[in-house]
C-alpha cells in the first residue's frame, strides 16, 4: 500500500522538476517561442502539476495512506500528468 503512494510522490516530484524545466525552457527561448498557446499551455502545466501535488498530499494525509480507493485514481492522475508534461516540454523545445 505504501509503495502506491511512494511511488506516487516520486512521480510528482519528477513532475514538478520537469514543470521547472519548461517554465525555465520557456523563459530563455521566449524569443524563439511565436505561439502564445504554447506559452499558455506551460503555465497550465505549471498549474496541474502544483494542483495534483496539492491532491495527493491531502489525499494520503486524508486516508492515512491505507485506502486505495484514493491511491490508485491520483497514481492514474500522474501518470497521465507526467506523460502531458513530457509533451509540452517536447512542444516547447520546437
Known sequence: MHAIWITNIALEILALSLAVLILREYFSLRGK???T???ALAF???????ENTILIVSF???????DLRYSMPSLFISVVNLASLFTLYYVVRI
Open 33 to 35: 517561442v511565436k505561439s
Open 37 to 39: 498557446l504554447t506559452a
Open 44 to 50: 497550465l502545466g505549471v498549474l496541474l502539476t502544483l
Open 60 to 66: 494520503y494525509m486524508w486516508s492515512a495512506g491505507s
